[in-house]
Nanobody, 128 residues
Framework: QVQLVESGGGLVQPGGSLRLSCGAS????????VGWFRQAPGKEREAVSC????????YYADSVKGRFTISRDKANNTVYLQMNSLKPEDTAVYYC?????????????????????WGQGTQVTVSS
C-alpha cells in the first residue's frame, strides 16, 4: 500500500522538544521532495520545512528557523522533523507531503498544492 505515515506528535511543555517522523511505504521517499506542513484550529495550513530530492536543499518558515531541523534517513525511508524550543504557537496538526516535481523552496510557498502524497497528520500540543 502506498502511503505516508506521520508519528512522534504529543503533548510537550514550552521549551521542550519533539521529533516527528514521516515514513513512506510502497515508494522510495528519497526520490521525492518532502515537506512538513501544519494547521492550527481556525488557521490556514502553512509550510514548516521542506527538503529537496537530489541536492537536499531545505526550506524553513521564518517562525521555525533556528529551532526546527529537517533531515532524511534513506535507510529507513523516513524524513524527520526535529523540533526544539517549542512554543505554544507551534501547536497544530502536522502533516507531511511528498512531491516528485517541486523543489523545497517552491514547495514551501505552496501550502495548499496538490502534492503526490499526504499523510494523515499527527497532533503536536505545546502547553504547560
Amino acid at each position: 500500500q502506498v502511503q505516508l505515515v506521520e508519528s512522534g506528535g504529543g503533548l510537550v511543555q514550552p521549551g521542550g522538544s519533539l521529533r516527528l517522523s514521516c515514513g513512506a511505504s510502497g515508494f522510495t521517499l528519497d526520490y521525492y521532495t518532502v515537506g512538513w506542513f501544519r494547521q492550527a484550529p481556525g488557521k490556514e495550513r502553512e509550510a514548516v520545512s521542506c527538503i529537496s530530492r537530489g541536492d537536499g536543499s531545505t526550506y524553513y518558515a521564518d517562525s521555525v528557523k533556528g529551532r526546527f531541523t529537517i533531515s532524511r534517513d534513506k535507510a529507513n525511508n523516513t524524513v524527520y522533523l526535529q523540533m526544539n524550543s517549542l512554543k505554544p504557537e507551534d501547536t497544530a496538526v502536522y502533516y507531511c507531503a511528498a512531491d516528485s516535481d517541486l523543489e523545497a523552496q517552491t514547495m514551501g510557498v505552496l501550502p495548499r498544492y496538490k502534492h503526490d502524497y499526504w499523510g494523515q497528520g499527527t497532533q503536536v500540543t505545546v502547553s504547560s
